[in-house]
DNA sequence: AAACATTTGTGCGTATGTATG
DNA sequence: TCATACATACGCACAAATGTT
């Protein structure tokens, strides 16, 4: 009989390259996620994990000692260890997601930076998803958002340097992509499609988002298009995994 | 200035618990996944592989050895490294998404496979989604699926097993989630949500994707509904996420 | 207050894995 | 292949903090 998805304590790899210690790390992280741990917030004691993973005390403390640098745990000498942060957020993705909206209700505090911008050429990627020619001139911008003062997502876009001059600062003034569109004459943009992959966290992705290595990052390459359909918008967005998920609503339409 | 979206090689990190040999070798298979390789499908020789991460070159050879290992290379004596599996496979998502459907333009060779099947009291989290009382009777799938030799998605399936008795069954018999369906006089359904996120592989992802410890999964939860509204479908599906990326397309509707 | 159980924190010696040259 | 340095994992022992009897 098959294990069951809702299942157990996985069994440990050796010699993977991937130290036992941060295995352990990721599974009580998903466990804690999933609510596996929900004895009243505490996480059994070390003796007992230990137990349970098959390891000696030392390595499950340094699994512990990760998670508590990353915020997810905090140990009290003689008392235990408890879970400081639970659940994750529910980011929506559909035709009219913005990437500034969806998040609101579910954070007390969410905040949008721009960390730099630039103006270059189109390298093959980004022109044949902007439809311009390639070395075409385009804004760049790297942008990042906080949720309940935790970094959440670490954003790069570019647009139509020619159609939208000076779009990097309209946004820093405004503070929202869909004011700064507005200033251009585009009343109105939606979301064509989306690409989510996942992938290991690079060396950027450890810093902005405040993740240890060997962390993961849900990637999604977006495009936006105006009411004529004209892209306007190519986005690569990078979520921290263990603090997102995304959301895709399909409302039943009635076509056959 | 910040570094570019699709910038060069990052920067490793010791002592993070990810042994070096591998931080390399996931960040060549995303260069290859991206495209970054494209000399003539083959890996630049070690000795500069070595000098672009500024490591030695036993370590390039564990990394490479490893993905010869995984089938993402292929080495030949005296004339170089090349790549074996070049691609990622691109799974749609939207309101018709069938999870038999999708891949078969992409692939030469598909097949899905049942591997285990059960009837049991539903959790918490099933009930919830099939909208029926905790502890009801549901019927558990197990199932596989193969793109070109190569395992592609684990899913686990739930469905009401008073009002679809035997389904495991009709879908061993007809290969198809959709005929199976038919058998209970559900001619149509539809996707109704999917929750995206990712996490590092457990035990069971790794044995049954064939993946390496540390490998990560994209794991899609979606609900499908009936014609009526009614939920028939609660699944979890698992990706191997460097071999599959989903795709969210947002057909621009009318709507306001 | 004193004794005890529980739990986290620390030290040391040893074997193996990882990375370099 | 060999030698070297450091990281990882183990086993045992004990200290420190907390809570209970």
Chains 1, 2 share one sequence.
């Not at 998903?30 to 596996?36: M, N, P, V």
């Not at 439809?131 to 906080?146: D, F, H, K, P, W």
């Not at 000076?166 to 507005?182: H, N, P, R």
Request: charged fraction near 25%; proline fraction near 3%.
């Amino acid at each position: 009989m098959k294990k069951m998805a809702d299942g157990g304590a996985s069994t440990l790899e050796r010699r993977s390259g991937v130290a036992i210690w941060r295995q352990i790390a990721d599974d009580i992280r998903h466990g804690i996620a999933r609510g596996t741990f929900d004895e009243g917030g505490r996480l059994p004691p070390e003796t007992a994990l230990a137990e349970r993973f098959g390891v000696n005390r030392h390595t499950v403390r340094s699994a512990i000692a990760a998670l508590v640098h990353e915020g997810v745990l905090r140990s009290e000498q003689g008392r235990g260890t408890f879970i400081e942060r639970r659940k994750r957020l529910s980011y929506p993705i559909g035709a009219r997601t913005r990437f500034s909206d969806g998040l609101r209700d579910q954070t007390s505090a969410r905040r949008g930076h721009l960390l730099d911008h630039a103006v270059e050429g189109a390298n093959p990627r980004v022109a044949a998803a902007l439809g311009l020619a390639e070395g075409a001139a385009v804004i760049r911008m790297e942008t990042m958002s906080e949720a309940d003062g935790r970094p959440v997502s670490r954003a790069t876009s570019w647009f139509d340097a020619a159609r939208f001059p000076g779009f990097a600062e309209a946004y820093a003034e405004t503070g929202s992509i869909t004011l700064a569109f507005k200033r251009f004459g585009v009343g109105d943009y939606f979301r064509k499609s989306t690409l989510v992959s996942a992938r290991h966290a690079d060396n950027a992705d450890l810093d902005d988002l405040h993740l240890a290595p060997g962390a993961i990052v849900l990637v999604a390459v977006a495009l936006n298009v105006d009411d004529a359909g004209t892209p306007v918008q190519f986005a690569e967005t990078r979520f921290a995994a263990d603090r997102v998920e995304l959301s895709v609503a399909t409302e039943a339409r009635n076509e056959r």
